[in-house]
C-alpha cells in the first residue's frame, strides 16, 4: 500500500502512523521526524531545516523532494510506503506524482484527518516526546505511566521547540495557506480518505484501517 497522511500540525498524524504501518507492514516516512534527526545530528540539511523549523514555515520545496525521492527509492519501500507530512504543497504533490510515475508507482490512499483548530493547539502543545526514542505522550489525552519518563526505554520526556502556542498558530496559519488545497487536489483524483480526527485515538486507527481494507 502507498499512501500519505495528511493533516494539520497536532491532527494525530505521527500517533496514527505507528498503527497503520505495524497493521500494513510498511516504513513510515515522516519528513519532520527526518529534519528533526538531522538538527541533533548538526548536519548541513538540519541547520538549514531549523531555520524554518523553528518559526513554523515550510522548509523550502526543491530540499525536501530531494529528500523524500531518496528515501522512496530504498528497498524497504518496494512494497509500499506511509508518507506522513509530505507533500505539503502543490509542488511537491506535483513533484511526488511526477518520481512515482517515473518509477512505475501510483498512491493509493490519502488519509485526511481533520481536527478543529482548538483541540489542534492543545494536542500539540501538551505534547510530550521520547529524548532517547521518540515515541510521543500527551499530557492529559495520552499520559505516560509515569510522569516525565518513556514507557518504553526509561528516557526523558521533553517538549519539540516548535511546540509554543504561538508556533503552533504559525504552523496552522501555513498549513491553511499552502497544505489545505491538497484536500481539494487529491479528491480531484479520487484517492482521498476523510478521517474525523476528534474522536479517541484507539476509534480513529480503527476507523482508518476499516476505510483502507475496504
Ligand atoms: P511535522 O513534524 O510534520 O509536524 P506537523 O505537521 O506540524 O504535525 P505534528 O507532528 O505536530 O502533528 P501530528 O499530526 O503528527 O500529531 P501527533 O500524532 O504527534 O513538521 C514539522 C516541521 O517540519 C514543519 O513545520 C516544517 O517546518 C517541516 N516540514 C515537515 N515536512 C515538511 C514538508 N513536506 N515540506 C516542508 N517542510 C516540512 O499528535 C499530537 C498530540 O496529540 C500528541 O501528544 C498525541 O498524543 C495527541 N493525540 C493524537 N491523536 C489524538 C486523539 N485522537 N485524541 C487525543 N489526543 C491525540
Ligand atoms: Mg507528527
Ligand atoms: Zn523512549
Known sequence: MRAILLGPPG??????????VKEFSIPHISTGDIFRKNIKEGTPLGKKAMEY?????????DLTVELVKDRLLKDDCKNGFLLDGFPRTIY??????????????????VINISVRKELLI??????????????AYHMSFNKPLKEGV????????????????ETVEN???VYREQTEPLIDYYTKKGIIVNID??????????????ALRK
Open 53 to 61: 523549523m523553528d518559526q513554523g514555515k515550510l522548509v523550502p520545496d
Open 92 to 109: 511537491q504533490a506535483d513533484a511526488l506524482e511526477d518520481f512515482l510515475k517515473e518509477i512505475g508507482q501510483s498512491l493509493d490512499y
Open 122 to 135: 492543545e494536542r500539540a502543545v501538551g505534547r510530550r516526546l521520547c529524548k532517547n526514542c521518540g515515541q
Open 171 to 173: 504552523r496552522i496559519n
Open 11 to 20: 491532527a494525530g498524524k505521527g500517533t496514527q502512523a505507528e498503527t497503520i
Open 197 to 210: 480526527g476528534e474522536k479517541p485515538i484507539a476509534q480513529v486507527s480503527q476507523d482508518i484501517i476499516a
Open 150 to 165: 518513556c514507557d518504553k526505554c526509561g528516557g526523558e520526556l521533553i517538549q519539540r521547540k516548535d511546540d509554543t502556542k
